[in-house]
Nanobody
């Protein structure tokens, strides 16, 4: 079973940047498509970005497209999400997830989830 641990969250000022990491263990990350989801207080969890088993296939939510980059290092069993020009609406708990399908935001397709890392965007 793939186990996932997120890190890199914290308090960031509006306009700042952050880089989230998702470390995998228990299985080879390269077998899985991966994604980042986030959940803001009082809102449903939403897909932010996903990546296929290699970095050749990526997808971004409209809210982060153009200022975010998802990537993976299969050799290091780690996935990343770089988000620039942060906005207050980017705040929330960010989760990474892994599944056996192509890049998707359908939560039902994911078999492994991390516990999440909190991102706060505030001055």
């Amino acid at each position: 079973q793939l186990q996932l641990v997120e890190s890199g969250g914290g308090l960031v000022q509006p306009g700042g940047s952050l880089r989230l990491s998702c470390a995998a263990s228990g299985f080879t990350l390269g077998y899985y498509s991966m994604a980042w989801f986030r959940q803001a207080p009082g809102k449903e969890r939403e897909g932010v970005s996903c990546v296929g088993t290699t970095n050749s296939i990526t997808k971004y939510a409209d809210s982060v497209r153009g200022r975010s980059t998802i990537s993976r290092d299969n050799a290091e069993n780690t996935m990343f999400l770089q988000v620039n020009s942060l906005k207050p609406e980017d705040a929330g708990v960010y989760f990474c997830a892994g599944g056996y399908h192509s890049c998707s935001f359908d939560e039902d397709l994911f078999v492994s989830w991390g516990q999440g890392t909190q991102v706060t965007v505030s001055s």
